[in-house]
């Protein structure tokens, strides 16, 4: 399983409420991007974080939106689900995607976190959403990455990158 290893981040209020977060959501895949975009907001409440969510058709989308969050905001966290059909359609989106928010980090400067579930079918996908019954919550552990690692390239994090 991937939580396997998942470091313990942690979310302080005192330190993180400081981080300013942009989240950008594709709209495919409605049920899945509820839990993704609903476990994203809890962790940004946990931090005591308002975050900007700006929604966009897909997948493909989230590079461009996210490097606009980018430049006003010391964090985005970027979500998506891309569901593999019998074209391929799947990899060159999950490419796109990866890619693009990858250089939107590099480019930017600001952190991104990545909570683009890149699925083999529906079930997968819903496993990793953070509804009721998942297995996982990718909505939640991409906000906290994107928020604890802003928080330490902003010097409010702690000796051990903890704030």
Known sequence: MAQHGAPDVGLDPAAHSRVSVGIVAARWHTEVMDGLVAGALRACAEAGIEPTLVRVPGSFELPVAAQALA??????????????????????????????????????????????????????????AGLPGSTEDKGYEAATAAVSTAAALLGLAGPEGRG
């Open 71 to 128: 430049a006003h905001h010391d964090a985005v966290v970027a979500l998506g689900v891309v569901v593999r059909g019998g074209t391929p359609h799947f990899d060159y989106v999950c490419r796109a995607a990866a890619d693009g928010l990858g250089r939107v980090a590099l480019d930017t400067r600001t952190p991104v976190g990545f909570g683009v579930l890149t699925c083999d079918d529906d079930e997968q996908a819903l496993a990793r």
